[in-house]
């Protein structure tokens, strides 16, 4: 994964997908919506995939920093009395 900008886009089959700037092989995340789902939201379903992925990529983000604020909370010396 050599790009650290990314893009939500729209697939030929209608489904949404987060992928590295300007295409690659591998999307990193996939969003279907089924039959009923896609009736229900009309024209609103690509506000709804981005909004799903953005929520997806800060819970990720916010997952990182508590693992680095435990791993740094472990490095720490202890004092002994």
């Known amino acids: 994964m050599a790009s650290s900008f990314f893009e939500?886009?729209?697939l030929p089959n209608g489904d949404f997908a987060l992928q590295p700037m300007g295409g690659g092989s591998?999307?990193?995340v996939k969003i279907s919506f089924g039959q009923e789902a896609k009736a229900y939201l009309a024209?609103?379903?690509?506000?709804v995939?981005?909004?799903m992925i953005n929520a997806a990529i800060k819970l990720v983000g916010d997952m990182r920093e508590e693992a680095i604020r435990q791993s740094e909370e472990e490095e720490k010396?202890?004092?002994?009395?």
């Open 8 to 10: 939500i886009v729209q």
């Open 26 to 28: 591998e999307h990193l």
């Open 43 to 47: 024209e609103n379903d690509a506000a």
């Open 49 to 51: 995939a981005h909004a």
């Open 77 to 81: 010396p202890k004092t002994v009395h």
